[in-house]
């Protein structure tokens, strides 16, 4: 199959040969992508909406909207990990769109959690614990650099 483009460079339409293995794989890859977007932005809009009723809430300088939405986020990634893996309920599809999509937009702390419990799970214990040193001593320096760098 050929496929024209136009080529914004040299202002000339220009063809070229693609298989249809190809374009099979572009297609799936675009439907995985369509899959993490759409749960991404469900959970990003869910967490934004959970953050901000439950500081109405309580009414407290500790940090409850993000608390609830990482505990909540971590129970969903469980719910969704143990429906894929060990009941086998949900497929490839319902995983990207529910535990990398919608988990990954309501709350990355949900991956960590769950990487880190796989390490446990499977024996890497001082990795595990490797692990939730490096990642929350990262990630409080980091915020600290970023901060430190526009001031």
Known sequence: MEVFF????????RKFHVSLP????NVIMMKEILLVGLGGGIGSILRYLGTVYSNKLFHTVFPVGTFFVNVT??????????LIE?????????RLLFVTGFCG??????AFSAETFA????????SGICYIAASVLSGLLAVWLGILLLK
């Open 6 to 13: 136009f080529c914004l460079e040299r202002l000339e339409i």
């Open 22 to 25: 190809f374009i099979i794989h």
């Open 73 to 82: 986020g971590c129970f969903l990634i469980g719910l969704f990990i143990g």
């Open 86 to 94: 060990h009941q086998q309920v949900l497929n490839v599809n319902h």
């Open 105 to 110: 937009g309501f709350t990355t702390f949900s």
């Open 119 to 126: 390490l446990f799970e499977t024996g890497h214990i001082l």
